[in-house]
């Protein structure tokens, strides 16, 4: 077996793609492998552990809102979790990811990879603050590794004010995070375990009202 199918078969039962949706995923895995030795899109020591690290961690986002058909992810890079979404809801109707990436390496592989797998997925080659305002049918929101929570509230307060939910992965400083966001933002919030990482968190804000005075 080689490193990077470790755990494949668990993830995809447990995601209970169909068949199709299985090879498109391995399409992306194949990929993003090819892809790193010269874009550097993911921790080194994180590819070995593709499946379990990075596509379970994805697709336990789509288990949270099953209805959700209009997703906005923010800071792509590597497509996680927002190309792997979009893989995984290729078949459903309706379904569709809108991916924002500023950097243009980076954008190529995303933009390349949606159109081999048949990713339910739009590219933004932009800047977050200057394309916002245009995903006012968002229903979820999401973002990985990205930036701080009180930054990524500052981001997308108007989709949140509109009805749009956020899910944010987050790891072990997720506390503080919280803390720190408190201090400036009104906003509803719930700490989902992961599934992928024991000390890590989902936070799914639900509402935000505005900024503190």
């Known amino acids: 077996m080689k490193t990077s199918a470790v755990g494949r078969d668990a993830v995809l039962r447990q995601a209970g793609v169909s068949r199709e949706t299985a ?20 921790g080194p020591s994180t590819l070995a552990e593709v499946w379990t690290r990075h596509v379970a961690d994805s697709l336990q986002l789509m288990a949270l809102a099953p209805d959700a058909t209009r997703w906005l992810d923010l800071g792509s890079g590597a497509g996680i979790p927002g190309l792997i979404l979009a893989i995984a809801g290729r078949d459903r109707p309706g379904f569709h990811v809108d991916l924002v990436e500023s950097n243009g390496r980076k954008g190529a592989f995303l933009q390349e990879t949606a159109r081999l797998t048949g990713a339910a997925a739009k590219i933004h080659v932009a800047r977050i603050e200057t394309v916002i305002g245009g995903f006012t049918e968002t229903q979820i929101v999401t973002a990985r590794a990205l930036a701080p929570l009180s930054q990524l509230l500052a981001w997308t307060a108007p989709l949140l004010k509109n009805g749009a939910t956020g899910l944010f992965p987050k790891g ?12 400036r933002w009104r906003f509803a919030a719930d700490l989902i375990p992961s599934r992928t990482d024991s000390d890590a968190r ?11 005075p």
């Open 23 to 42: 090879e498109a995923l391995d399409l992306y895995v194949a990929q993003l492998t090819r892809w790193q030795s010269i874009k550097n899109l993911v």
């Open 172 to 183: 072990r400083d997720v506390l503080t995070e919280l803390t720190e966001a408190e201090e």
């Open 202 to 212: 989902i936070v799914c804000i639900s509402s935000v009202s505005g900024l503190l």
